[in-house]
C-alpha cells in the first residue's frame, strides 16, 4: 500500500518562500510520476506541477511558473516543491500526488495516490 506524506506547510509573508517535502513509502518509487495540486477554499483542486519518474520531465502551472520548482531525490523516495515569491493567491492546501504510469501528463483525475494535504497560508 502507497502512503505519501507531506510537510513544509506553514505561514509565510507575500514574496517568502517555503519548501514542500513529500515521502513516498511502500512500492518502487521511480516507477511512480508525481506532482503536486492545491485547492483553495471553495475552489477545485488545481494542477501546481508535476515530474516523471526519471525525473527528466517536469510540468508547471502558468499561475506559478518562474516561481515555483518540483524537484525529486529518487534514492530518498521524496518529492519536493520550492515556493519562492509567494503570494497570497498561493494560499491552499497542497497535495502530494502519485500516478503509476511515470509520466509527467497527468491531472487531478489520473492521481493514483494522495497525501494528506499540508496547508500554505500567505500572509499580505
Known amino acids: 500500500q502507497v502512503q505519501l506524506v507531506e510537510s513544509g506547510g506553514g505561514l509565510v509573508q507575500a514574496g517568502g518562500s517555503l519548501r514542500l517535502s513529500c515521502a513516498l513509502s511502500?512500492?518502487?518509487?521511480?516507477?511512480?510520476?508525481m506532482g503536486w495540486f492545491r485547492q483553495a477554499p471553495g475552489k477545485e483542486r488545481q494542477f501546481v506541477a508535476t515530474?516523471?519518474?526519471?525525473?527528466?520531465?517536469?510540468r508547471v502551472a502558468d499561475s506559478v511558473k518562474g516561481r515555483f520548482t518540483i524537484s525529486r531525490d529518487n534514492a530518498k523516495n521524496m518529492v519536493y516543491l520550492q515556493m519562492n515569491s509567494l503570494k497570497p493567491e498561493d494560499t491552499a492546501v497542497y497535495y502530494c500526488?502519485?500516478?503509476?504510469?511515470?509520466?509527467?501528463?497527468?491531472?487531478?483525475?489520473?492521481?493514483?495516490?494522495w497525501g494528506q494535504g499540508t496547508q500554505v497560508t500567505v500572509s499580505s
Open positions: 511502500g512500492r518502487t518509487f521511480s516507477r511512480y510520476a
Open positions: 515530474i516523471s519518474g526519471s525525473a527528466r520531465n517536469t
Open positions: 500526488a502519485a500516478e503509476s504510469s511515470g509520466s509527467a501528463s497527468f491531472g487531478v483525475d489520473n492521481v493514483d495516490y
